[in-house]
């Protein structure tokens, strides 16, 4: 892989990359589907119901048959929206996403780009979304949009900076913000996994991570019992769907994120169980923090603006810089 | 500076937290309130006209539909006003009855207000776990009297059907299950940091304020006064239980929550004497003349809905038809205090304080 990115783009290679890039963005979509029918059926179950259970074989279909509903409903465009603004918006949400997750190393030999900034490249892409909010807020021309767009946005600033101070102290202890680096400094037994001696910053990031998400109990840009649904409430048929494609992938890089920061990538808890191939250890890593988020989901209700304001900037921003502190103290330590 | 400017947003009467049909409109300086004018009777049917040309038993659906959550105390207060004028005897059976539906009313009703509360405050599961109570309280008025919202139960005189074989032993059963699963509920939300923070101090009015406006029920125990028409001036057959009226000091949207799932335990505990006590048999129905036509004059009686206190005020001029009736409807009352409340709130308290207050629109628009 690393070799087809480095080589001369050529016509052969471009059509590769186009396959691979496909092959990506299937992958994606086919997890999008499930994601959301887990999600229903876990809900479901938490909350004494069934879920869905009738398309195909235990609803297996359900998100198919939602997707062809959503692709076959009228485009509206509300008269005063601004049109260019309004259609462009779902697109900029969903674009970085998918971006993201090129750097993302599944297992030793499938990164797709194992760029040396990784990390920063995830966080700086990652903060365009709330851009596409923000503009299908204010171009929906709608009260209730423009202030979760407006939410959004203020989320987006003050979250993003914790969240980057809590992995410095990540990257203090690997040296790198290569993120198939970070891995390689997790391998070995579970204890080396950065969710132990970076337990803080773990904490930090999930809770930071998840008011990224603008998911439960952070979803206040779309906080349905106030803003009926925030920022995309005049969006329908497919640009809804781009919304929601955009927060499921957003899910899925998050997912990633935390098994390679925190649980150790492709390693297995112990050198013993190596023989089990990377990949599996990253799905099953991946695959419980993915029900992490549905959990709190079914769990916890809601934050208000101002209380989502003061944990982020009284509680985790002291906490996370007082972590990197702490962190760089006792590595100065430890190395000499 | 940036110019700022105040925007007038207008929430319902489609929306998803008014919990029906209610309108308000605010005006807000980002997301405080600086003035909110809400707009009731987008539901308004006329009930207290329709009634001046229904006989008595005919009005008893209207009440039906009034508070549509708490359709069988509204039943009650209607026909306890006209028991009141006629001075009729009523059947011990038929008055067991009456309380043990009232007071599974009073159950099922809290618990749907729990659970949209909770919805309100962004927490989707409680809401779920209480209509699973609700609905085996649900299923048990259907197998009284066949209908699961308006139940045209109670009579002048009596109560419609009597129970069928078995109807109080799951009742009795009913109560144990109840008891665990209000545990359960406390387990789940009652101590949730996020919880907490959401309610607590918010939309505090005195004990004095919540007199002044008028308010009755949990409103108005949640300040600390202990006013509960059931202990207050006993009707129907109260005065035999054994209960306690919950209060609580605070006034906050916290204390209103605590004093209604204290009102769900109590219930709980009247209940639990109701059914061992319960007449084996009798008649179901007193001696009642079969038009009823109550003598000329005015009565006003007012009993505890679980929202507060409801009234029937009637004037009778010798017929069939009342010449007047006017309901005093609780979350009518409860309501007026809003406004007073939202000024300098932001948009996500608002919806606290609404549905603290538990407004059913069928009943504030009358």
Same mark, same amino acid.
């Given at each position: ?31 999008? !589907?499930?994601?959301?029918? #887990? ?93 596409? +909010?923000? +503009? ?39 040296? !790198? ?24 910053? #773990?904490?930090? #990031? ?5 008011? @990224? ?12 019992? @106030? ?6 409430? @005049?969006?329908?048929? #497919?640009?809804?769907?781009?919304? +929601? ?28 169980? @190596? ?13 419980? +923090? ?47 | 500076? *940036? ?46 006209? %329709? ?12 009440? =039906? ?22 001075? %009729? ?14 007071? *599974? ?27 699973? =109570? ?14 699961? %919202? ?112 204290? /009102? ?33 004059? /005015? ?25 007047? *009736? ?15 409340? %939202? ?24």
């Amino acid at each position: 892989m690393i070799d087809l990115i480095q080589s001369q783009l050529t016509f052969t290679n471009l059509i590769l990359l186009f396959i691979i890039a496909a092959v990506l963005l299937m992958t994606l979509l086919g997890f999008v !589907s499930y994601a959301i029918y #887990f999600e229903r059926k876990f809900i479901g179950w938490i909350q004494l119901r069934i879920g869905p259970n009738r398309t195909g074989p235990l609803g297996l279909f359900q998100s198919f048959a939602d997707i062809l509903k959503l692709l076959i409903k009228e485009d509206v465009i509300p008269t005063k929206a601004d049109k260019t603004l309004f259609i462009i918006a779902p697109v900029i949400a969903f674009a970085p996403a998918f971006i993201v997750l090129a750097t993302i190393p599944y297992a030793e030999n499938l990164p797709f780009a194992d760029l040396n900034v990784g990390l920063l490249y995830y966080i700086a892409i990652s903060g365009l979304t709330t851009l596409g +909010m923000l +503009m299908g807020g204010w171009a929906s021309n709608n009260k209730y949009a423009l202030l979760g767009g407006m939410r959004s946005a203020a989320q987006m600033i003050s979250y993003e900076v914790p969240l980057v101070i809590s992995v410095i102290g990540v990257i203090l202890m690997t040296g !790198s913000l290569k993120l198939s680096a970070i891995v390689e400094g997790q391998a070995g037994y579970i204890w080396n996994w950065n969710i132990f001696p970076q337990a803080v910053a #773990f904490i930090i #990031f999930l809770i930071a991570a998840v008011s @990224e998400l603008n998911r439960t109990p952070f979803d206040l840009p779309e906080a349905e019992s @106030e803003l009926v649904a925030g920022y995309h409430v @005049e969006y329908s048929g #497919f640009r809804f769907a781009f919304f +929601m494609l955009a927060e499921y992938t957003y899910v899925f890089a998050f997912s990633a994120l935390t098994t390679i920061l925190f649980l150790g990538g492709w390693h297995a808890p112990l050198p013993a169980l @190596e023989f089990v191939p990377g990949i599996l250890w990253f799905l099953l890593k991946f695959s419980f +923090m993915v029900f992490f988020l549905y959990w709190i989901r079914a769990t916890l209700p809601r934050l208000r603006v101002d209380q989502l304001m003061g944990l982020g900037w009284k509680v985790l921003l002291p906490i996370a810089l007082v972590n990197v502190f702490i962190t760089a103290i006792v590595l100065e330590i430890i190395r000499n | 500076m *940036l110019r700022t400017e105040e925007l007038l947003l207008n929430v319902g009467p489609q929306h998803p937290s008014t919990h029906g049909v209610f309108r308000i409109v605010l005006k807000i300086d980002g997301e405080i309130i600086k003035e909110a004018t809400p707009v009731i009777g987008y539901l308004h049917r006329g009930t207290e006209k %329709l009634a001046e040309n229904l006989n008595y038993t005919q009005i008893i659906p209207y009440t =039906d539909r009034m508070d549509y959550v708490s359709a069988m105390t509204n039943n009650y207060a209607l026909v306890n006003s006209v028991e009141k004028m006629m001075q %009729l005897e009523i059947p011990e059976r038929a008055e067991f009855l009456r309380l043990i539906v009232m007071e *599974l009313q009073r159950i099922a009703s809290h618990l749907v207000w729990f659970g949209t509360y909770l919805l309100d405050i962004g927490a989707m599961s409680p809401f779920l776990y209480a209509f699973r =109570d609700r609905e085996t309280i649900i299923n048990l008025f259907n197998e009284l009297c066949g209908a699961r %919202l308006t139940y045209f139960y109670m009579r002048v005189g009596g109560v419609k059907w009597d129970a069928p074989e078995g109807w109080i032993e799951k009742v009795k059963n009913f109560l144990p299950e109840m008891r665990r699963n209000l545990d359960e509920y406390h387990e789940l939300v009652s101590g949730n940091e996020i919880f907490l923070a959401r309610v607590k101090g918010i939309g505090k009015y005195d004990a004095q304020t919540a007199i002044n406006f008028g308010l009755s029920g949990a409103n108005l125990r949640s300040t600390g006064v202990k006013w509960d028409l059931r202990k207050d001036q006993p009707y129907s057959i109260y005065d035999r239980f054994e209960f306690d009226v919950a209060t609580h000091p605070d006034g906050d949207c916290w204390s209103r929550y605590v004093v209604r799932m204290e /009102e769900i335990k109590q219930s709980i505990r009247i209940l639990e004497q109701a059914v061992e006590q319960f007449p084996a048999e009798g008649e179901i129905m007193g001696k009642v003349p079969r038009v009823i036509r109550p003598a000329e004059g /005015e009565v006003y009686a007012g009993i505890e809905s679980p929202r507060g206190e409801i009234g029937v005020h009637i004037v009778s001029k010798g017929k069939a038809e009342p010449y007047r *009736l006017k309901f005093r409807r609780p979350s009518f009352t409860n309501l007026q205090i809003l406004e007073k409340l %939202l000024v300098g709130e932001n948009i996500t308290n608002m919806v606290t304080i609404l549905g603290g207050i538990d407004i059913v629109l069928g009943e504030v628009d009358g």
